[in-house]
């Protein structure tokens, strides 16, 4: 008999614990939670206070029946999940459903996986932590009672097979709302007027920007005139010291936010890697919205600081956190051993590694030191003035390791060089004066990272939610993440050299974006539903009320269950007056106009496969009135921006283009996007080309194209039996025969020398795949 088992939530995690473990120890894994609500029932009882209904679920059963002998064979056990939340629920179900003995169970927490840390946890063990499983209790039961209620609203209301959530709801309204901003965002112009002076040296050039911008091309020529006959002096020089300090260490989001700015991982992609770094020892817990270090921490950064930096580099800083409601692990995200500089691990985990230690040794660094230098020009009889602005950087401090990154595309940092050696009063010659037309920046789409910023100050989710959330709206197709053109702007140059003002026009693209977040259709169609019947549920105030109570109950200040009730006695009865709500329209549906030459109604609206245009209205009286015509709108086009004559043009499909061989040439648009129909085969029409205006020629450039690839893909056809084939694929030859695919041997070097025998030896020599059923029903 083991003297110990330990179970903790990850195979990872375990393998790095037992290590550190003797012999007395077995450590095993629960694989995540062991049970949960019911797949596909609503399993909340909302008569008997809200109780949750639990199950095993059955690919969990086996595994619970192998930790329940393990668990009865030990003197004591060990549960050593996560600390946070949902670690002390999994712990909790694992004691429950292992009918675990209270007086031979043991409770273990740590924020690192270090050999020091779980000695002194085992040292250091406690109890289940109640207060802890009832916020999460908490937060699970309401999650299902929102999903189950508003989801049936939503297939009746809006489309069927949608589903809604409390929190990736408020998400889904910040990205509708700042892409109706961006729509209705009307730039506005004014002109940006740089000048160019000569020293009194004769060669040296001070550039200096006018402290005034002016709106008219009238205003800028009035100005250029006066400064055609006007003397400049120097009339001003203010140095002054600049201080910038190091960024406090990582929280979950600010990890998010800077692996997304530095490294272009998605917020998904980051905490699939934080964890992979945090089971295999190398960091702390990567689920935390404190920025606190240990005192072991700040000793060992301060170490490091010192010995490869100096005592000049050196600051002892103590980081306390701000953000609403934090619960989650008590310290930053850190290396475990911050002296280790590099780890071993995928090239992903090992530049994410180097993100946290970088950022975690600038924390305990001494701040930057700039001198900035401000240069004030006179202009004869005005009273604005050209200013030039320089920095130099006397002491790198906390830089010389680390630079934090923005996002926000209006507040990207200028850059300022170094200005060259003036004095006062010096008489300065005009060389130059451009005026650009510069315009107001429209609000920048979200990003992954930003979306996580403004939920956390927001205080709407928490450390743990904020990746499944991002991934959710997306997953959903409420919400895409995706790259969207610019559009083409003229802007006008006015230039004053040689005392003779001259203006020119030139273009440049504006608006592209690349990776932002933009909503769906169904998602702006949603969002408007919800935010109609259900404002409450959208409220960022009211999420946020809610994410406090979540909070009030893992203090142990509040019942999960009043919590629970408080929420459900306003939002029942809205769900049930909703349902009861008879519309003349489907939710989202919009009239565009009529048809000039049919007299009938246009409307677009959310269909089965999505966005369509109808032509005409169902009559359920006349059954002899004809029935309306449906039409795809085509990717770009939005059912909150398409015009009438647009939509039209989608009812000329599927349209015949011309001929190619004696063969008809159809272009349309089917469920997979736009297509050309030649010869019963569907080519897909590339994004740069419409089906509605595609040509003939066009038409037939992809028909050969299409044909071109497929002879390239076809290396040798058996005359012997129809359907035998060996193609070539993306991983290389393979054979086709009777609607599937067999692997060509490594030992063949040649392919196209197989002969037919040799082909379908291989065939029958083939071990036969095991499809997804097949594996489940053997399981079984």
């Known amino acids: 008999m083991q003297k110990n088992l330990v179970i903790v939530e990850s195979p990872a995690k375990a393998k790095t614990i037992e290590k550190f473990l003797g012999k007395d120890y077995k450590v095993l894994s629960s694989y995540g939670h062991i049970r949960d609500l019911k797949a596909k029932e609503f399993s909340v009882d909302i008569e008997h206070n809200y109780a949750p209904q639990y199950v095993v679920p059955e690919d969990k059963k086996k595994l619970v029946a192998e930790l329940k002998a393990e668990s009865k064979k030990a003197d004591m056990v060990w549960l050593a999940s996560d600390e946070d939340?949902?670690?002390?629920?999994?712990?909790?179900?694992?004691?429950?459903?292992?009918?675990?003995?209270?007086?031979?169970?043991?409770?273990?927490?740590?924020?690192?996986?270090?050999?020091?840390?779980?000695?002194?946890?085992?040292?250091?063990?406690?109890?289940?932590?109640?207060?802890?499983?009832?916020?999460?209790?908490?937060?699970?039961?309401?999650?299902?009672?929102?999903?189950?209620?508003?989801?049936?609203?939503l297939w009746r209301k809006v489309k069927p097979a949608l589903s809604a959530g409390r929190v990736q709801s408020v998400a889904v309204r910040l990205v509708v709302e700042r892409e109706r901003e961006i729509s209705n965002f009307v730039s506005e112009s004014s002109y940006r007027l740089i000048a160019d002076f000569i020293l009194p040296d004769g060669t040296t050039i001070l550039k200096a920007e006018l402290n005034k911008r002016f709106k008219t091309h009238k205003e800028v020529t009035a100005f250029l005139e006066l400064c055609k006959t006007a003397s400049f002096k120097i009339d001003d020089i203010s140095t002054k010291p600049v201080k910038k300090s190091p960024a406090s260490p990582f929280t979950t989001s600010t990890l998010q936010q800077e692996a997304a700015r530095k490294l272009g991982y998605s917020v998904l992609q980051t905490m699939v890697i934080a964890q992979r770094l945090y089971e295999s020892g190398f960091i702390t817990y990567m689920r935390t919205d404190s920025v606190n270090l240990s005192d072991l921490a700040l000793g060992t950064a301060k170490e490091t600081v010192l010995d490869t930096y100096g005592e000049k580099y050196y600051k002892f800083r103590q980081y306390t956190t701000k953000s609403k409601g934090a619960q989650e692990a008590h310290e930053a995200i850190r290396p475990t051993y911050i002296s280790h500089e590099e780890i071993s691990g995928s090239a992903q985990e090992k530049k994410l590694y180097d993100l946290i230690r970088k950022r975690t040794l600038a924390s305990q660094m001494a701040d930057a030191e700039l001198e900035r230098t401000t240069i004030s020009v006179d202009i004869s009889g005005m009273k604005e003035k050209f200013m030039a602005v320089g920095e130099v950087l006397v002491f790198d401090g906390f830089l010389q390791v680390y630079h934090e990154s923005t996002d926000d595309e209006n507040e990207k940092e200028q850059e300022n060089g170094l200005l060259p050696p003036v004095n006062l009063d010096d008489i300065l010659s005009m060389k130059e004066i451009t005026a650009t037309e510069r315009f107001t920046q429209r609000p920048p789409r979200y990003t992954e990272a930003s979306l996580v910023r403004r939920l956390e100050e927001l205080g709407i989710g928490r450390p743990s939610t904020y990746a499944p959330t991002i991934q959710t709206i997306q997953n959903r197709e409420y919400v895409i993440k995706g790259d969207k053109e610019g559009v083409e702007r003229t802007y006008s140059i006015i230039t004053l050299v040689n005392n003779k003002i001259t203006a020119k026009e030139k273009k440049e693209t504006v608006g592209a974006d690349r990776n932002k977040l933009m909503p769906t259709d169904i998602g702006m169609v949603v969002n408007d539903f919800l935010m109609e019947y259900f404002p409450s549920v959208l409220d960022f105030n009211f999420?946020?009320?809610?994410?406090?109570?979540?909070?009030?109950?893992?203090?142990?200040?509040?019942?999960?269950?009043?919590?629970?009730?408080?929420?459900y006695q306003l939002f029942h009865p809205i769900v049930e007056a909703t349902a009861a709500v008879k519309t003349e329209h489907k939710v989202g549906e919009r009239e565009l106009g009529n048809d000039p030459k049919t007299g009938l109604p246009v409307f677009v609206k959310i269909g089965r496969f999505g966005p369509v245009a109808q032509?005409?209205?169902?009559?359920?009286?006349?059954?002899?009135?004809?029935?309306?015509?449906?039409?795809?709108?085509m990717k770009g086009q939005s059912i909150e921006t398409i015009t009438l004559p647009e939509a039209l043009k989608l009812f000329e499909l599927p349209r015949t283009v011309g001929e190619y061989e004696g063969k008809t040439i159809v272009a349309g648009i089917g469920r997979f996007g736009p297509f050309v129909r030649h010869d019963t085969k569907f080519i897909s029409i590339p994004k740069e080309l419409s089906p509605v205006t595609i040509t003939e020629e066009e038409a037939i450039v992809l028909i050969k194209d299409k044909r071109e690839k497929e002879a390239q893909r076809s290396l040798k056809k058996f005359d012997e039996v129809p359907g035998l084939e060996l193609l070539n694929g993306r991983f290389g030859p393979y054979i086709a025969y009777q609607g599937k695919n067999y692997k060509i041997p490594k030992t063949v070097k040649d392919p196209k020398a197989l002969t037919y025998e040799e082909t379908m030896r291989i065939v029958s020599e083939?071990?036969?795949?095991?499809?997804?059923?097949?594996r489940m029903a053997k399981k079984k």
């Open 85 to 153: 939340r949902e670690g002390e629920a999994i712990s909790w179900h694992l004691s429950e459903v292992l009918k675990l003995d209270p007086d031979k169970t043991k409770r273990i927490v740590f924020h690192e996986i270090t050999k020091n840390a779980i000695l002194h946890a085992i040292d250091t063990p406690r109890g289940i932590d109640i207060n802890l499983v009832d916020a999460q209790q908490a937060r699970r039961v309401l999650d299902r009672i929102v999903g189950f209620e508003l989801s049936p609203i």
């Open 615 to 633: 032509l005409g209205a169902a009559n359920p009286d006349d059954k002899e009135s004809p029935k309306p015509q449906f039409a795809s709108l």
């Open 543 to 567: 999420t946020a009320r809610v994410e406090k109570e979540f909070d009030s109950v893992a203090e142990g200040e509040m019942v999960w269950t009043e919590a629970i009730d408080n929420f």
């Open 766 to 774: 083939s071990p036969e795949k095991t499809t997804i059923k097949k």
